[in-house]
């Protein structure tokens, strides 16, 4: 077993307890992890404050290397870190060749952002005096990392945090944390002691903690509205900054004038990539009426032939879900719709022959409507629902008709249509023609319910900075406004 990272050392929770990680392909035990409590939290927080009063010292240029160092030790290792997170996580080898990735990717772009960030000066009101901004980091910085990309949502959170200057307390997901530990013990190592720390246990026992502790003045959390409400509530009574990016109600609509078999790839793969537990899955999809035959013949067909599986294996397509908790609400969701007059056109239960292992089959759904959980609530499983619209407009109103605004797609070629898309859709990303990729330059985060964080970009790091104005007249004689009048 390995401890938790603590002040540079791997140490056992103070209770001694444990918890054990499963694979969730084959139920299997993978190891065991520290369970901690408050006791470990606060033993966590008070590494990293007295780390912080050294680290916001530090040079960017020394930053930025520290943080290059690290890509350059993920990428090291990248083989490694792929398979473990396959085992712990689920989904097939190639999407967490992918994270690894881009978890290296968003280490190197803050490296550089470290580098060059600090403030702007400002015109004076007159020749005596000199205004600048500083822009100075929070102190610890709790980054609190769900299952489904446990490195890639950890280095959204924890890169921008270390190139702003502030020190990190990693808290991974119940689910995932064996790659999080591997990671502090190979690319984190050459931080000075408490400045990356990592606590495990669940999040009622260790992370809440945390959130109400004074000297952790900055939470960045990614998970479920309700998880991120309850942050948000405990985070309140001392005005702490939140960074929360929430759930999500994914629309993708299929213009009138887009190719129906290119469509439906594109649509199966937002859909159910990670067997659909992204934040940004697609969850509802809007077709016109006259399109719908071919394209739900053509999604039926394409869904039909993927192959489900654990993650390790090369012919695997998709993997299972993480818990069976995941998978029961996915059956909630799809029988709650048949309840209404849903259809399952395929998919709409367990794999038969798959008897170990979180696995529920693609599904693709019709006849719905937005009375329906699966139209409303975050399901974050592999069922797609379908349904229909008559106009443009319409179309737009039923992707707007949520409580989530966190993306959402279009297929078209029509100039016109996609601007009226991403000009009227209330969203944080637009993808048209190409969904759920990413860039490290452009914000992501959402509107509505789900949430109020901003990550990559200038932005991911504007989240982890305070603003400063300095006011300095060089001229110390008194003013002429000042009293008597």
């Known amino acids: ?60 240029l020394e930053r930025c290397d520290m943080l290059h160092e690290a890509a350059h030790k993920i990428k090291a290792h990248s083989d490694e870190l792929a398979q473990l997170l ?41 020749n005596s005096q000199f205004n600048f901004v500083l822009k100075e980091p929070y102190g610890v910085a709790l980054c609190i990392v769900p299952f489904n ?41 050459h931080f ?31 998970g479920s509205t309700a998880v991120g409400q309850r942050i948000a509530s405990l985070a309140a009574a001392r005005i702490k900054h939140t960074h929360l990016e929430l759930g999500g109600k994914d629309a993708f609509v299929i213009a009138p ?38 394209f739900v013949e053509g999604l039926v067909d394409f869904v039909s032939g993927l192959r489900l599986g654990p993650g390790v294996e090369p012919t695997t397509d998709m993997g299972p879900l993480a818990d069976p908790k995941y998978r029961a609400k996915v059956e909630d969701h799809v029988a709650d719709a048949l309840s209404q007059g849903a259809k399952v056109l395929v998919g709409g239960k367990r794999p038969s022959h798959l008897d170990r292992g979180f696995y529920y089959e693609p599904t693709v759904l019709t006849n719905v409507n937005h009375q329906m959980l699966c139209m409303r609530q975050e399901t974050f499983g592999p069922i797609i629902p379908v349904m229909g619209y008559k106009t443009f407009d319409e179309a737009i109103d039923l992707v707007n008709d949520s409580d989530y605004g966190l993306g959402a797609c279009l297929r078209t070629n029509d100039a016109r249509l996609a601007k009226r898309f991403f000009e009227d859709v209330q969203a944080g990303t637009i993808w048209i023609n190409d969904p759920l990729t990413d860039n490290y330059g452009g914000p992501f985060g959402g509107f509505k319910m789900s949430g109020n964080a901003r990550e990559l970009g200038e932005e991911g790091l504007a989240s982890f900075l305070e603003t400063k104005h300095v006011h300095w007249d060089f001229d110390d004689t008194p003013k002429d406004y000042w009293y008597p009048y």
Not at 95 to 101: A, S, T, Y
Not at 192 to 221: D, R, S, Y
């Open 192 to 222: 000075p002691p408490g400045v990356v720390n990592v606590v495990t246990g669940e999040g009622a026992l260790v992370a809440e903690p945390m959130v109400k502790h004074p000297q952790v003045p900055v939470i960045a959390f990614t």
């Open 1 to 60: 077993m390995k401890g938790m990272y603590i002040n540079g050392r791997f140490i056992p929770a103070e209770s001694g307890e444990t918890m054990t990680i499963l694979n969730p392909a084959t139920e299997e035990a993978l190891e065991c992890v520290p369970h901690g409590r408050e006791a470990d939290a606060h033993k966590a927080v008070a590494a990293a404050h007295e780390a912080f009063k050294r680290w916001r010292q530090v040079p960017g």
């Open 257 to 294: 004038d887009a190719d129906v078999e290119m469509a439906v790839e594109a649509v199966a793969y937002a859909a159910l990539i990670n067997a659909g537990q992204v934040c940004t899955s697609t969850e509802r999809v809007y077709v016109p009426e006259p399109m719908m035959k071919p």
């Open 86 to 126: 396959t085992l712990e996580e689920g989904k097939p080898l190639p999407e967490n060749e992918e994270e690894i990735e881009w978890t290296i990717g968003t280490f190197d772009y803050y490296a550089e952002m470290a580098r060059t960030h600090r403030g702007r000066v400002l015109a004076p009101a007159v």
């Open 149 to 189: 990309f446990p490195l890639l949502l950890m280095a959204w959170k924890v890169a921008p945090a270390l190139a702003a200057g502030n020190t990190v307390i990693i808290k991974p997901a119940e689910k995932t944390p064996l790659t999080t530990l591997r990671l502090a013990e190979i690319a984190f190592d």
